[in-house]
């Protein structure tokens, strides 16, 4: 299991970006999933944006084209761009890595977007 610390988060105002990093303590290369997820109060954890494998990045219909999801495994990182912020993307947002049977969460950073 790695040990995942994002970072990135802020507060920013509708129409913004925002870049969320990703480090991970061990390899991500041969990872079966690397996503990106969100909590915003009193909802459930969402699935943001997600590879799969060594496959293409799905999207929550909610960001796609706004949102890209990218790795470099030279450097164990995953990264979120978010454009085009709208205040109902505020939550907190985890990091997820799935590889050799671990599953791996960040603590989460937190993402607020006034309007």
């Known amino acids: 299991q790695v040990q995942l610390v994002e970072s990135g988060g802020g507060l920013v105002q509708a129409g913004g970006s925002l870049r969320l990093s990703c480090a991970a303590s061990g390899s991500i290369f041969g990872a079966s999933v690397l996503g990106w997820y969100r909590q915003a109060p009193g909802k459930q954890r969402e699935s943001v944006a997600v590879?799969?494998?060594?496959?293409?990045?799905n999207y929550a219909d909610s960001v796609q084209g706004r949102f890209t999801i990218s790795r470099d495994d030279a450097k164990n990182r995953v990264s979120l761009q978010m454009n085009s912020l709208k205040p109902e993307d505020t939550a907190v947002y985890y990091c997820?890595?799935?590889?050799?049977?671990?599953?791996?969460w960040g603590k989460g950073t937190l993402v607020t977007v006034s309007s």
């Open positions: 997820r890595v799935f590889r050799d049977g671990a599953n791996s």
């Open positions: 590879i799969i494998g060594g496959g293409s990045a």
